[in-house]
């Protein structure tokens, strides 16, 4: 899920029109990030190149190590295995009850499996690496570049687990925060990279319409509720919580909270993916202020830490 923590999209525009900053903005996987008004331009207390990054050895552990692809390649394997359970159970349902909408009973729908894009399907590792390189922060400007370029490679096993539920009729469905905007670039770098894509209505990007349901910010509720409406969702994957439930505050006692609700779902109906790169876990503990300048919120990371654990 692309998105380095959660704000609204749209309100990150009107502040960007009003003249507001900091200003904040919605990654493809669902985190709001600070936007700056020239990606050429770094900010006050943006660091050098040479200084040290937070990001380095994650984004070096993603691209170079055999710990992080034997890490994805296990957690597709495993979920390939429960795919033939999950299929021959009528009620076997990975959308919580919520989530599904009394309309729409999830017996008798054709049957779909639900992923996440970015670090689930599509490893960015090399747009990350331009960041720790540059001493920047992701913004919207170098982000489209990125995905127009049309690189990204599978994560590993992903290919394989999408293969062989295609073959036994299930459709992938890619519930990505990466807006519409970027859904042709998005469609074509999959496809180059062999994943399966049944036809345009597949990618459920940030800004999809969903009839009777209001998006709040980069939350995925409401398109997991459209896809409710047709598929039976046997599997949902993703490497952020929000990638499977909605998040109602994101807090580090809330998502413990919904971690421990739903703990039995994971390796079962629910899978994650490791990415230590980003996410909306790093927004929770500095109370989400993005506008806080980068240093502040460094100090507050470290703050966080627990020696004693």
């Known amino acids: 899920m692309r998105t380095p923590a959660p704000a609204a999209f ?14 904040s903005f919605t990654a493809p ?36 190590s055999a710990e992080y692809q034997a890490n994805a390649i296990s957690i597709f394997r495993a979920a390939a295995d429960h795919l033939d359970a999950a299929l021959r159970e009528p009620n076997w349902d990975a959308l919580v009850p919520d ?7 999830a017996a008798g729908l054709a049957p779909a499996v639900i992923m996440d894009i970015d670090e689930t399907v599509l490893d960015n590792s090399p747009y990350q690496a331009r ?7 992701y913004d919207e400007v170098t982000w489209d570049r990125w995905v127009a370029e049309k690189k990204a490679k599978p994560v590993p096993g992903v290919v394989e687990f999408a293969s062989t539920a295609e073959a036994k009729g299930v459709t992938i469905l890619y519930l990505s925060n990466r807006a519409v905007h970027l859904k042709e670039a998005t469609l074509a770098n999959l496809r180059a990279e062999g994943l399966p894509v049944k036809d345009d209505s597949v990618f459920l990007g940030l800004g999809t319409h969903v009839e009777g349901c ?3 910010g980069s939350e995925k509720l409401c398109r997991r509720r459209l896809a409710g409406r047709e598929y039976r969702v046997l599997m949902q994957f993703g490497d952020q919580l929000g990638d499977f439930v909605e998040i109602v505050a994101n ?17 079962e109906r629910w899978w994650m993916l490791p ?3 980003y996410g909306s876990w790093e927004p929770a503990v500095f109370n989400n202020a993005w506008s ?11 703050s966080a830490l627990n020696p004693q654990k």
Do not use: S
Request: hydrophobic fraction near 40%; include cysteine.
């Open 10 to 23: 749209l309100l990150a525009t009107a502040f960007a029109l009003a003249g507001c900053k900091p200003v």
């Open 29 to 64: 996987d669902g985190t709001a990030t600070p936007m700056q008004p020239d990606a050429t331009v770094a900010a006050p207390d943006q660091p050098a190149a040479t200084d040290a990054d937070d990001n380095l050895n994650a984004v070096l552990w993603v691209q170079r």
């Open 99 to 105: 989530e599904r909408e009394q309309a729409a009973p």
């Open 131 to 137: 960041l720790v390189a540059d001493g920047a922060e």
């Open 214 to 216: 209001e998006q709040q």
């Open 251 to 267: 807090t580090p006692e809330a998502r413990a909270g919904l971690l421990a609700e739903y703990e039995d779902w994971f390796g």
């Open 275 to 277: 990415n230590p790169t």
């Open 292 to 302: 806080e300048p980068r240093n502040a919120r460094r100090a507050m990371k470290r």
